[in-house]
């Protein structure tokens, strides 16, 4: 091997000179999180929130009232089928007696109305979220070391 890293293609893009600074290090980790965080959220709101609209619409809110992904509109969702194994934040709120056919129990229903709503969440506001906290953390990447040398001047660290 010639000593060059596969990665090295990205150099010019993870600001070579301050990649092992710690404070950029943490601006990144924080707006990789906060990324995370939004498209999470907008998955809740979204695709979960559509299949709890829709149960709650169908009536399904005993065993015997319960409805297939299918019957409430969601198909066969791979992701949803995910969010629905035992144990998961959504299974406390959507039962299911035979893992097949999903329901709400009714004294569950307003909470997971409102847990889940789908209002004021377009994927439009979460791209530009992301957006626009990429541009602060690029400018806190860019400007850290000038501002940090500034304010050790200033305190006289």
């Known amino acids: ?35 995370i ?28 009232n319960a409805k297939t992904l299918k019957e409430a509109g969601c198909g066969n969702n791979l992701f949803l089928r995910f969010s629905l194994r035992k144990g998961s934040a959504l299974r406390k709120t959507v039962k299911s007696e035979d893992g097949m056919t999903f329901y709400i129990p009714a004294d569950k229903a307003d909470g997971a109305s409102f847990r889940y709503a789908r209002k004021g969440s377009s994927f439009g506001w979460i791209v530009f979220g992301i957006l626009i906290f990429a541009a602060v953390a690029l400018a806190a990447s860019i400007f850290y070391p000038a501002i940090a040398s500034w304010v050790s001047s200033v305190v006289g660290l």
């Open 37 to 64: 965080a939004l498209v999470a959220s907008w998955y809740n709101r979204r695709v979960l929130g559509k299949l709890v609209e829709k149960l709650i619409a169908l009536g399904a809110d005993s065993p015997s």
């Open 1 to 35: 091997m010639d000593g060059k890293s596969p990665f090295d293609f990205f150099d010019p893009l993870i600001f070579t000179e301050y990649r092992s600074s710690s404070p950029t290090l943490i601006i990144w980790s924080v707006f990789l999180g906060v990324s």
